[in-house]
């Protein structure tokens, strides 16, 4: 694995804290999850950066999109309780199926023949 995808993953991973840090903030009215959700963003973005710098833009940020996604979603659901049902799998479905179609062109041609690549 290049170090491109490691900072990607690591950025998706601090971006995910920032967010679920917003989340606990309460509109930013508790001070220390506030401070982390900031800080969680501001590490974010500099590793995004980085991994910027290695890898297409494209692939950087559908896979930060896709990964970003399922991690808070997975977040809300354990940390907040928050409902996971059908509409959530569809959707998180769908956003892998698209990650993957834009990543590996080839992979709709293969699956679907006849399918102009």
Do not use: D, H
Request: no cysteine; charged share 10%; net charge positive.
């Amino acid at each position: 694995m290049s170090f491109g995808y490691l900072f990607l993953v690591a950025a998706v991973l601090f971006e995910n804290l920032g967010t679920a840090a917003l989340k606990g903030s309460n509109g930013l009215r508790k001070l220390l999850p506030g401070i982390i959700a900031v800080f969680g963003y501001v590490v974010s973005f500099s590793l995004m950066g980085q991994a910027l710098a290695r890898l297409p833009l494209a692939i950087a940020y559908s896979v930060w999109s896709g990964m970003g996604m399922s991690v808070v979603t997975l977040t809300g659901i354990l940390i907040y309780r928050e409902k996971f049902n059908t509409k959530v799998v569809l959707g998180l479905g769908l956003i892998f199926s698209g990650v993957l179609v834009s990543n590996f062109p080839g992979l709709l041609g293969s699956l679907l023949p006849g399918v102009a690549r």
